[in-house]
């Protein structure tokens, strides 16, 4: 069996293998989604194709829909060329559940996938004909926390930036300055209202894409490139909801290569594009979603409602990121991706059979973060934990790594962990000392940095944005020193800017090093220290 429409066709071969096949007819999807468009996607990667693509699959199969989605690449293209094109746009969805069962789907609802650069030509000709035509209600997008920035890291725009600002609408070059030109031709075509939607896992995710546009568009209209009705129609007209959206969608899985090709599924090839995505034409992923977006789309939208997705307002979106972000998942994933890579663990699940590493996890999601969890009321905060720390961290079927999630680690420790530490000084009920894990996971993010395990064995952290600054601090501490280390670490944790507070202000700076000067002693400090402590 072969990913590709020839072979779909037979549908009873695939269901004879268990596979699941679309139940709509695709064609007359196909033909009406590309003769009046209703939602374009941007950024063709895994979890677009493993979470909305499935979700207007729903759709299609109920009758709830007549179109599908037309998808947009603007960064890496052989996703494109090597995925989209050579397997007709399907995607074989596959579900890995926690009690040792998958589903196998194929996923159909992409009417037509194209690399969005003036140029390929053709392929821009038909997102401006899409973007023009007044039936499209909304553009989403998966690009990453990093597609938004127009800057680098020396706070000045990307010289590519500073190029589209001046070319203009006609010729640009970076994504979000081809986006805003495709926004502007339906402005100039007939002024219709229009959502952009951000589904990336970002907070604040629709401020981020509307300040970026906002300024795009600013500084064309500065040049006299654009016209001066476009601020206007983009404030009046185009929505920027926020949306929360969870869903582990890992690289590619040797072993579900496997299993599918014993079915007898041949498209199994792992691609690594230039650009270092992992993609295959099947994509493997956890049963558990969710996705809570901000209900403002002037131009109206699909009924997502209808398969799980919750509309709400700005402030419940809000709310739910700060549950999920601040307390009941991320913070636990930090936690495991630090302690995972020091203990020489490939495998979140791996990690919960660890008692310590289990109890870790639980007292800092039950114990220290819960009193001060923001409650949604849309979904019980504890509940969720129940469900992470139960069934979705454990589930030995996701191939997720500690290695994956410890990148960026120093981008995510303030919001994961630096905001329920305000939390606690913002409540005179609390009190700070109580927090002795969270310090913890910071010590075993200092013993990370040196880029040397429990064993006494080298390893190469995962990449960060700040890692070769930040391992400066510990580069002169070796495996048996014994400190004291205030020197060398107190520039590291005073900085606000790692750890959303200066943690010897405070007075957790002394705990932090007291932990890490535990964990360097020797072979095994690691564990040892972690046995000590955590009760």
Same mark, same amino acid.
């Given at each position: 069996?072969?990913?590709?429409?020839?072979?779909?066709?037979?549908?009873?071969?695939?269901?004879?293998?268990?596979?699941?096949?679309?139940?709509?007819?695709?064609?007359?999807? &196909?033909?009406?989604?590309?003769?009046?468009?209703?939602?374009?996607? %941007?950024?063709?990667?895994? &979890?677009?194709?493993?979470?909305?693509?499935?979700?207007?699959?729903?759709?299609?199969?109920?009758?709830?829909?007549?179109t599908g989605?037309?998808?947009?690449?603007? *960064?890496?293209?052989?996703?494109?060329?090597?995925?989209?094109?050579?397997?007709?746009?399907?995607?074989?969805?596959?579900?890995?559940?926690?009690?040792?069962?998958?589903d196998?789907?194929?996923?159909?609802?992409?009417?037509?996938?194209?690399?969005?650069?003036?140029?390929f030509?053709?392929e821009?000709?038909?997102?401006?004909?899409?973007?023009?035509?007044?039936?499209?209600q909304?553009a989403?997008?998966t690009?990453?926390?990093?597609?938004?920035?127009?800057?680098g890291?020396n706070?000045?725009?990307?010289?590519?930036?500073?190029?589209? *600002?001046?070319?203009?609408?006609?010729?640009?070059?970076?994504?979000?300055?081809k986006?805003?030109?495709?926004?502007?031709?339906?402005?100039?075509?007939?002024?219709?209202?229009?959502?952009l939607?951000?589904?990336?896992?970002?907070?604040?995710?629709?401020?981020?894409?509307?300040?970026?546009?906002?300024?795009?568009?600013?500084?064309?209209i500065a !040049?006299?490139?654009? @016209?001066? $009705?476009?601020?206007?129609?983009l404030?009046?007209?185009?929505?920027? =909801?926020?949306?929360?959206?969870?869903k582990?969608?890992p690289?590619?899985?040797?072993?579900v290569?496997?299993?599918?090709?014993?079915d007898? %599924?041949?498209?199994?090839?792992?691609?690594?594009?230039?650009?270092?995505?992992?993609?295959?034409?099947?994509?493997?992923?956890?049963?558990?979603?969710y996705?809570?977006?901000?209900d403002?789309?002037?131009n109206?939208?699909?009924?997502?409602?209808?398969?799980?997705v919750?509309?709400?307002?700005?402030?419940?979106? !809000?709310?739910?990121?700060?549950?999920?972000?601040?307390?009941?998942?991320?913070?636990?994933?930090?936690?495991?991706?630090?302690?995972?890579?020091?203990?020489?663990?490939?495998?979140?699940?791996?990690?919960?059979?660890?008692?310590?590493? !289990?109890?870790?996890?639980?007292?800092i999601?039950?114990?220290?973060?819960?009193?001060?969890?923001?409650?949604?009321?849309i979904?019980?905060?504890?509940?969720?934990?129940?469900?992470?720390?139960?069934?979705?961290i454990?589930n030995?079927f996701m191939?997720?790594? =500690?290695?994956r &999630?410890?990148?960026?680690?120093?981008?995510k420790?303030?919001?994961?962990?630096?905001?329920?530490?305000?939390?606690?000084?913002? !409540?005179?009920?609390?009190n700070?000392?109580d927090l002795?894990?969270?310090?913890?996971?910071?010590?075993?993010?200092?013993?990370?940095?040196?880029?040397v395990?429990?064993?006494?064995?080298? *390893?190469?952290?995962?990449?960060?944005?700040?890692? @070769?600054?930040?391992?400066?601090?510990?580069?002169?501490?070796?495996? $048996?020193?014994?400190?004291?280390?205030? @020197?060398?670490?107190?520039?590291?944790?005073?900085? @606000?800017?790692?750890?959303?507070?200066?943690?010897?202000?405070?007075?957790?700076?002394?705990?932090?090093?007291?932990?890490?000067?535990?964990?360097?002693?020797?072979?095994?400090?690691?564990?040892s220290?972690l046995e000590?402590?955590?009760k």
């Amino acid at each position: 069996m072969k990913l590709n429409a020839k072979s779909l066709a037979d549908s009873a071969a695939w269901e004879a293998k268990g596979f699941g096949i679309p139940k709509f007819n695709r064609e007359a999807m &196909i033909e009406q989604t590309l003769e009046n468009p209703t939602w374009i996607h %941007f950024g063709a990667g895994n &979890i677009f194709r493993g979470f909305p693509a499935a979700l207007q699959q729903s759709l299609l199969e109920t009758g709830k829909s007549k179109t599908g989605i037309i998808v947009g690449e603007g *960064f890496d293209y052989e996703i494109i060329d090597k995925i989209y094109q050579k397997n007709d746009n399907l995607t074989l969805m596959v579900t890995l559940k926690s009690d040792g069962s998958i589903d196998k789907q194929v996923i159909a609802s992409v009417a037509a996938a194209y690399k969005c650069d003036p140029q390929f030509t053709t392929e821009w000709e038909a997102f401006k004909k899409a973007f023009c035509n007044p039936s499209l209600q909304m553009a989403t997008f998966t690009i990453t926390e990093k597609g938004y920035g127009l800057k680098g890291g020396n706070g000045e725009y990307y010289p590519a930036m500073l190029a589209d *600002f001046a070319n203009g609408p006609k010729a640009p070059s970076m994504f979000l300055s081809k986006l805003t030109a495709l926004v502007y031709e339906r402005y100039l075509a007939n002024k219709a209202p229009l959502t952009l939607l951000s589904m990336d896992n970002c907070s604040h995710n629709g401020e981020k894409l509307q300040n970026a546009v906002m300024t795009i568009a600013g500084q064309w209209i500065a !040049n006299g490139l654009a @016209e001066s $009705g476009f601020e206007h129609y983009l404030k009046t007209s185009v929505t920027f =909801p926020w949306s929360m959206i969870d869903k582990i969608t890992p690289r590619p899985d040797a072993n579900v290569k496997a299993m599918l090709e014993k079915d007898g %599924f041949e498209d199994t090839e792992l691609v690594i594009t230039d650009k270092h995505t992992y993609i295959a034409p099947f994509v493997n992923a956890e049963e558990c979603q969710y996705l809570v977006v901000e209900d403002t789309f002037p131009n109206g939208r699909p009924h997502l409602e209808d398969t799980g997705v919750y509309f709400t307002d700005r402030d419940t979106v !809000n709310k739910v990121e700060k549950m999920k972000v601040c307390t009941c998942l991320n913070p636990l994933h930090t936690a495991l991706a630090i302690y995972g890579c020091l203990l020489g663990y490939t495998l979140i699940a791996d990690e919960m059979k660890d008692p310590i590493l !289990n109890k870790l996890v639980h007292i800092i999601g039950y114990v220290e973060g819960m009193p001060v969890v923001v409650d949604p009321k849309i979904l019980d905060p504890r509940q969720f934990i129940g469900e992470v720390l139960e069934k979705r961290i454990p589930n030995p079927f996701m191939p997720d790594t =500690p290695q994956r &999630i410890a990148t960026d680690t120093s981008q995510k420790l303030g919001i994961r962990f630096g905001e329920t530490i305000k939390a606690y000084m913002a !409540n005179d009920k609390l009190n700070l000392e109580d927090l002795n894990m969270i310090p913890l996971v910071f010590a075993g993010y200092l013993r990370y940095l040196m880029g040397v395990d429990d064993e006494g064995q080298t *390893f190469t952290p995962s990449s960060d944005p700040r890692l @070769e600054q930040e391992m400066a601090y510990v580069k002169d501490i070796k495996l $048996g020193d014994k400190g004291p280390f205030t @020197e060398s670490l107190k520039p590291i944790l005073s900085d @606000e800017s790692i750890f959303g507070v200066d943690l010897y202000a405070i007075g957790m700076g002394k705990l932090v090093e007291s932990y890490f000067t535990e964990m360097v002693a020797a072979k095994g400090a690691i564990r040892s220290t972690l046995e000590k402590y955590v009760k």
